[in-house]
């Protein structure tokens, strides 16, 4: 121990000690008082530093719960518009998938229509294809009658000229040449 120490604890008989402690022990009522109202007041400042302690945190509290729900508002008013948003997107998706069926139902309706057109065309075709195969044997029917029509026609041509040029000999054999003696001459005899 340091010297200090002693001081500070002086060692006291035990004979002695007695008499101190009914000198300590016996306080004075207004050194009690003092003693009391300066706990009091050291136990107010503590509760009132306390009070305070806890109003400033209350105060951060509601700061805090006033950020809280301003944020939370921000949320919820960035939530409403990204659903707004999603809402006018699922209207016109809509809207355009409504107007794209009308078109491939107009696009089917066009189609069919021009299916049933191509088929009427098709008939007309193989009638037109019918059309144009009958007009091609009438006129190769044509051609062969007008073949044969020609062969009869130079058949019989050539019927008549035999005809004619046998008449025609024949009619010269009847008639018979003079003969050169029966000529008269030119000269004199």
Not at 86 to 104: A, C, F, I, V
Not at 152 to 168: D, H, K
């Amino acid at each position: 121990m340091k010297a200090r120490e002693f001081s500070q604890y002086p060692v006291s008989d035990p004979s002695s000690e007695g008499q101190n402690a009914q000198a300590m022990n016996a306080v004075s009522r207004d050194e009690f008082n003092a003693r009391i109202e300066t706990i009091e007041t050291r136990m107010d400042a503590r509760v009132e530093g306390i009070r305070a302690d806890f109003r400033e945190f209350l105060a951060v509290q509601a700061e805090r719960d006033k950020r809280r729900d301003q944020v939370q508002a921000e949320r919820d008013n960035t939530r409403d518009q990204v659903q707004a948003e999603r809402d006018h997107t699922q209207t016109e998706r809509e809207k355009t998938q409504t107007e794209r069926d009308k078109r491939y139902d107009m696009i089917s309706q066009e189609m069919r229509e021009i299916a049933k057109r191509v088929e009427d065309a098709a008939r007309q075709g193989s009638t037109v294809k019918a059309n144009v195969w009958a007009a091609t044997a009438v006129q190769l029917l044509g051609i062969v009658a007008i073949v044969v029509g020609g062969y009869y026609a130079n058949q019989a041509n050539m019927y008549v000229a035999m005809q004619t040029t046998l008449a025609a000999v024949q009619a010269g054999r009847d008639i018979s040449v003079p003969t050169p003696s029966a000529f008269p001459s030119l000269t004199p005899p």
